[in-house]
């Protein structure tokens, strides 16, 4: 550990001591996959599936954060490659936090990867807060395998980066400490923020390029200007910490708790229980106007056979600039901490994890955040929460895959880019939306997307079949479209092309009558656009799309998109 000196300065900060685990995205993975530290690894995310996390092999290698997939594998053929998965790292990094607990109590988690401890008495019993960190280290070294680095400062941010450089900062010097850094520093205390990245961006082009030009721009300008987020930074280039010193007591009606009857062994049983959990506080919240800064999770786990009952606790930080923390993010919370709770890495080997018969969240550190009033109708009226509310009830009764909702994914046609998930679940695409497909169909997006592709016959003003040939030359334009009479079926109303999904799903029987028994003038018509797929493959698919409106009866102005196959023709989908 090295000391980091410099002039004493009065603030509102405490002494905070930060674990951090260097690259935790792909340690966890490693520890998924079953492989050791010394394999090249990285994971990937975010637009156009860069790489945002890299082991230190990788990068002796020149694999960078930033780079592109190719590219990196282009420098280390034997990279290994995971997509993100915070539920992965959440859970991975339960037992860090339970090797952390044995030196200090009263631990935060502020994203995996990052531990927040009070600093104050653990120091002084271990003798100095150089003893504490490397008390941390060696615990979390001896009972995980993990190596980690501890910083100690004034405030949230210099303890961030304390612990990037292995450093403890004498009381009273955090702003000193700060003072020289680039302003995009900020980016560590909240990675993967956006928009405190393009405000980091809008500063460097204003000239404010360091933290104390930042620190001393007029509280009320940085206000006006910048907004909360800015307010936000600003107190943390002063090191400061992200929360005003005076704390309210806990309101007892901000603490909701439920027995499981009978006792929940997997995850997405007890899940249910948080889901309805969370929706209970952010009402209380809500109705009262506040946001919470931490929450407090609370599990009591009862072993079957000896009936002993022993209660986990966990504590997540949940700053949040714009009002806090929604009834969503906080189950994805709690199911991040419960399946490190009920999966065997966190309990230790040969140790069988005992079921969860109660949960209970609190609101910590609440703080006024605005009270919103509803409306008189629309979304705010509460129709939506009580929607919400209907379909949790049915899934509670017939299971989560009962309610399936549509969402948008990578693809080339319409088919391709609806994924059916589970109501409620946070299922990562099979496919990245925001790559590249080249082929994909131009918008606007179909309505309806038929399940199956129905036969159907294009043909020209002469009233012979349209081909297209190899070269994409048609061998007339579309005049009529006839769809077979007994070509009745459901479809899926989403948006397959460019311009995103939307719509419902379409019972067969309303939207089967329209396209059934079509036989429509063609008034327009574009195309073709060809698809190629997996070409390289004897099950590969080459097929041209053509879009139609049509002019007949009972079809006035309705478009379909067709596509041909082996000079076969099907209905896709249906534009409104």
């Given amino acids: 550990m090295t000391d980091r000196s410099g002039p004493t300065t009065t603030g509102a900060a405490t002494r905070t001591a930060c674990l951090w685990v260097p690259d935790w995205p792909v340690v966890a993975a490693l520890v998924v996959a079953g492989l050791g530290p010394e394999a090249p690894a990285a994971v990937t995310g975010g637009p156009g599936g860069r790489i945002v996390a890299v082991s230190a092999p990788a990068r002796s290698s020149g694999v960078r954060r930033g780079m592109r997939r190719r590219e990196a594998q282009g420098r280390c053929p034997d990279l290994q490659l995971w997509p993100a998965d915070d539920a992965r790292d959440a859970r991975e990094f339960e037992p860090v936090a339970v090797a952390a607990e044995t030196v200090v109590s009263g631990l935060e988690i502020a994203r995996p990867g990052l531990l927040l401890l009070p600093s104050g008495g653990a120091a002084r019993y271990h003798g100095s807060e150089q003893d504490l960190a490397r008390e941390l280290t060696e615990q979390v070294a001896v009972r995980t395998g993990h190596e980690c680095q501890v910083g100690v400062a004034d405030g949230f941010l210099a303890a961030v980066l304390a612990a990037r450089e292995d450093a403890v900062v004498p009381p009273g010097a955090a702003r000193d400490y700060l003072a020289a850094r680039p302003a995009a520093v900020l980016v560590h205390a909240r990675p993967g923020d956006r928009a405190l990245t393009e405000l980091v961006d809008l500063w460097r082009r204003l000239g404010v ?4 030009d930042l620190a001393a721009l007029p509280d009320a300008a940085v206000a006006a200007r910048f907004g909360d987020l800015g307010v936000w930074a600003q107190r943390l280039a002063r090191g400061q910490d992200v929360r005003p010193p005076a704390r309210r007591r806990l309101a007892e009606d901000l603490t909701v708790a439920e027995e499981l009857d009978p006792p929940a062994h997997r995850v997405d049983v007890a899940t249910f229980a948080a889901r309805r959990l969370a929706e209970r506080l952010h009402e209380d919240l809500s109705r009262h106007g506040l946001a919470c800064g931490r929450l407090r999770i609370t599990a009591r786990a009862v072993d079957l056979v000896t009936g002993e009952a022993r209660t986990l606790e966990r504590l997540w930080r949940t700053d949040d600039t714009l009002g806090g923390l929604s009834a969503a993010r906080i189950t994805d919370r709690v199911r991040w901490q419960l399946e490190g709770w009920l999966t065997a890495s966190s309990l230790g080997k040969g140790t069988a994890p005992a079921p969860i018969a109660g949960l209970t969240l609190a609101a ?14 629309g979304p705010g009226a509460g129709e939506d929460l009580r929607a919400r509310r209907a379909v949790e009830r049915v899934q ?10 549509v969402r948008l994914q990578g693809g080339r046609d319409p088919r391709d880019r609806v994924q059916l998930v589970p109501f409620g679940e946070q299922v990562p695409p099979e496919r990245a939306p925001d790559r590249p497909w080249p082929g994909a169909l131009p918008p606007p997006a179909p309505s309806v997307v038929l399940p199956e592709p129905v036969p159907a016959h294009v043909l020209d003003d002469t009233g012979r079949p349209v081909v297209v040939d190899v070269r994409l030359g048609v061998s007339g334009g579309p005049a009529r479209v006839v769809v077979p009479g007994d070509s009745v079926g459901g479809g899926v109303a989403a948006g397959g092309g460019a311009g995103g999904a939307r719509g419902g799903v379409a019972d067969g029987g309303a939207a089967g009558g329209t396209w059934s028994g079509l036989d429509a003038v063609v008034v327009n018509w574009a195309g073709p656009w060809p698809v190629a797929e997996r070409w390289w493959l004897p099950s590969g698919r080459r097929r041209v799309f053509v ?8 079809a006035q102005g309705l478009g379909l998109l067709l596509s041909s196959s082996a000079g076969e023709w099907s209905l896709e989908a249906l534009y409104d």
């Fill in 209 to 212: 390029r360091t933290l104390a």
């Fill in 364 to 377: 910590e550190e609440v703080a006024p955040a605005g009270a919103l009033q509803p409306r008189l109708w």
């Fill in 396 to 405: 509670a009764l017939l299971g989560g895959d009962a309610v399936l909702t």
């Fill in 547 to 554: 879009q139609v409106v049509t002019d007949g009866a009972g």
